[in-house]
Structure formats: structure tokens, C-alpha cells
């Protein structure tokens, strides 16, 4: 019997970073089952955005297991340097153990436990950020997009892959459906019900693209667009940073 661990509150960072820690030895494996390894290519997708090349210093925000983290790594290549950020210490540990899923040579990668409210890196840090279905579960999405714009360097650029609500109704009904229906009961049957059962919730007080877009202009990036995908039931913030 799946112990009931009750709601999780949406925006409550204690019980976010908890809930991460709980999932984290299944994490990988849910994402590549309930989204078919589709996430992969919407991964792909997000480090284009972020404009990442040879010799970079990257960061990636929420950097979970590290997938995109390695992902980010290869697009910058040897010469440069990839720093992933997490606040759930058994995700990093996840991330440092796991074996690269490809041998292309990659850039160097430092693991930082830390919060995105509060990074811990100096201004005009790094040339490109990426963050992977992290913004979703901020404590505070304007603060956050601020810390961002505050360690990229001027004209760099962070690409932000999350859920998305669609604007079609039958898009929005198959995704509901999808989450509470498939996802719901396959998270319980790794014994994880509940913390799969918070996507909905979260889901549904995520502002969308266009107030994405609005949020971010309002932290100070002066160049903000939204691109949905996969049927507007994911989407990706790309946000630059302005020059002097």
C-alpha cells in the first residue's frame, strides 16, 4: 500500500525539494516512459535555444538527474564549462553517478547544490542557461528570472522547457486526461501517487506562455518570446539578456 504523504502544497519549496528527493531514484526512467523519450528531443530543442557553442560556460537551472546538464555539456564542447544547479541533494547524486549516454566530447560539468532564488555565482557569469521543467516549481517565478538575468553575461540567452496548458480545448482535455489517467497510475505503481498527482495542481497555477513572456519582461529581459510544442502541451521560454 502506497503510504499517503497528502497534498503537496504548489509553491511551497520544503515540500517541492522533498518531493524531488523521494522521486529521485525513479526519475529518469518515469520521464522516459510517460513521455515515450520525448523529452530528450524537447531537450535538444531547449540548448539550441539557448544559443550554447564551443567554449561557453553553461548553466543549467533545476538540472534534476543532469540529462540536460550533459546535454548542454556536449553543445559546449571541451573548452568550455557546464554548471548544473539542483536543491534536491539526491537528484545531484543521481546526476554525478550516472554514466554519459553518448561519447562525444563534452565540457567539463561542476554540480551545485543550490537554490535558484539564490545562486551563488557572480554577476555576468555565463554565456548561455538552460532550465528543464524547473520554473513550474519556483517559489517565486519573477525572482527566479531575475537571478537568472543577473549571472548571464550581457546579450546571452536561457531557454526554459516546461508543461504547457494548450489553447485547444480537446489539447487541454487529452492532456488532463493524460496526467490523472496514465501518469497518476503508473507513478503509483512505483509507489509515488502523490508526488505525480501534484502536476496537475501546478500545472494549472503556471502562467502561460504569453504571461511567461510578460513575467520575463518584467525582470528586466527586453527580449522574451514563448515557442509551445508537442500540441502547445510543452513550451519554451527563451529569454536575452540586453548589452550595455
Not at 500500500?1 to 518515469?30: C, H, T, W
Not at 546571452?156 to 508543461?163: C, G, Q, R, S, V
Not at 508526488?195 to 496537475?200: D, F, G, K, Q, R
Request: glycine residues 10%; hydrophobic residues 40%; neutral net charge.
Amino acid at each position: 500500500m502506497v503510504q499517503d504523504k497528502g497534498e503537496i502544497e504548489v509553491g511551497n519549496s520544503e515540500q517541492v525539494r522533498d518531493l524531488f528527493d523521494r522521486i529521485a531514484p525513479v526519475y529518469d526512467r518515469m520521464n522516459d516512459w510517460l513521455s515515450l523519450g520525448s523529452h530528450r528531443i524537447w531537450k535538444q530543442m531547449a540548448v539550441k535555444w539557448s544559443g550554447a557553442s564551443s567554449g561557453d560556460r553553461g548553466l543549467d537551472l533545476c538540472c534534476g538527474s543532469g540529462d540536460l546538464t550533459r546535454l548542454l555539456a556536449q553543445a559546449i564542447g571541451r573548452s568550455g564549462e557546464a554548471v548544473g544547479v539542483d536543491f534536491s541533494g539526491r537528484l545531484l547524486a543521481v546526476a554525478r553517478d550516472r554514466k554519459p549516454p553518448f561519447t562525444i566530447p563534452t565540457a567539463p560539468i561542476t554540480w551545485v547544490e543550490a537554490d535558484v532564488l539564490d545562486l551563488p555565482f557572480p554577476d555576468d557569469s555565463f554565456d548561455c542557461a538552460t532550465m528543464g521543467y524547473g520554473l513550474r516549481n519556483v517559489a517565486d517565478i519573477p525572482r527566479s528570472l531575475a537571478e537568472l538575468r543577473r549571472v548571464l553575461k550581457p546579450g546571452a540567452a536561457a531557454a526554459i522547457l516546461d508543461f504547457h496548458r494548450p489553447g485547444q480545448t480537446g489539447w487541454q482535455q487529452f492532456q488532463r486526461w493524460y496526467l490523472d489517467d496514465v501518469v497518476v497510475p503508473v507513478a503509483r505503481s512505483f509507489g509515488f501517487r502523490d508526488e505525480y498527482a501534484y502536476l496537475n495542481p501546478s500545472l494549472e497555477k503556471f502562467p502561460t506562455g504569453p504571461e511567461q513572456v510578460a513575467i520575463a519582461r518584467n525582470a528586466g529581459f527586453p527580449e522574451a518570446k514563448h515557442y509551445t510544442i508537442a500540441g502547445g502541451m510543452m513550451g519554451v521560454l527563451v529569454v536575452t539578456k540586453s548589452r550595455p
